[in-house]
T-cell receptor
Framework: AQKITQTQPGMFVQEKEAVTLDCTYD???????LFWYKQPSSGEMIFLIY??????QNATEGRYSLNFQKARKSANLVISASQLGDSAMYFC???????????FGSGTRLLVRP | NAGVTQTPKFQVLKTGQSMTLQCAQD?????MYWYRQDPGMGLRLIYY???????DKGEVPNGYNVSRLNKREFSLRLESAAPSQTSVYFC???????????????FGSGTRLTVV
């Protein structure tokens, strides 16, 4: 069964510094997709970045990049040059090819200090 | 560009009352989902509909029923509300079908439900 684990309930980062949010996953399906979402205090879910299991390169979207280590089953989100607006909850999620279900981790609350 | 629309945004129910949460998407997506989010936790899948005419249980289906009314609409019903169902409910949709699972999932703005 698919499972997502985020072991950092909360993190602090100084403005303009980079931060890494951890995500590990478990699946027996060789084909899957990994997603990261941001949830600000207003509550909406904002899609950030996607990584496919067969993608050769790590995904990047602006200041967001995904450090994908397939053998270790990890998909860490790296935010470069943190901004105050990055303060939010961040969720890692996964969908197996064989399933229509998008399953979420418990999230990491990131606070950016000025 | 409405995306995914959920109604209502807020609701207070008494224990034992019933209600239906409505969700509609205008992106012609095939798959639709209902999640709940409890304080400090991630989203847990209640039910999903891979395509029009099909529904399946997710991680936490007990106490809920769903109806995929048509391709656009997917409703969630609480037949007899309990305090444990106090949560924020999110509807989502996706084009994801079979091999094409790298599409993003679009979420509604959520329904905050309190059961007293």
């Amino acid at each position: 069964a698919q499972k997502i684990t985020q072991t950092q309930p909360g993190m602090f980062v100084q403005e303009k510094e980079a931060v890494t949010l951890d995500c590990t996953y478990d699946t027996s399906d060789p084909s899957y997709g990994l997603f990261w979402y941001k949830q600000p205090s207003s509550g909406e879910m904002i899609f950030l970045i996607y990584q496919g299991s067969y993608d050769q390169q790590n995904a990047t979207e602006g200041r967001y990049s995904l450090n994908f280590q397939k053998a270790r089953k990890s998909a860490n989100l790296v935010i470069s040059a943190s901004q105050l607006g990055d303060s939010a909850m961040y969720f890692c999620a996964m969908r197996e090819r064989s399933s229509y279900k998008l399953i979420f981790g418990s999230g990491t609350r990131l606070l950016v200090r000025p | 560009n409405a995306g995914v629309t959920q109604t209502p945004k807020f609701q207070v129910l008494k224990t034992g009352q019933s209600m239906t949460l409505q969700c509609a998407q205008d992106m012609n997506h095939n798959s639709m989902y209902w999640y709940r989010q409890d304080p400090g936790m991630g989203l847990r899948l209640i039910y999903y509909s891979a395509s029009e005419g099909t529904t399946d249980k997710g991680e936490v289906p007990n106490g809920y029923n769903v109806s995929r009314l048509n391709k656009r609409e997917f409703s969630l019903r609480l037949e007899s509300a309990a305090p444990s169902q106090t949560s924020v409910y999110f509807c989502a949709s996706s084009e994801a079908l079979g091999d094409s699972f790298n599409y993003g999932y679009t979420f509604g703005s959520g329904t905050r439900l309190t059961v007293v």
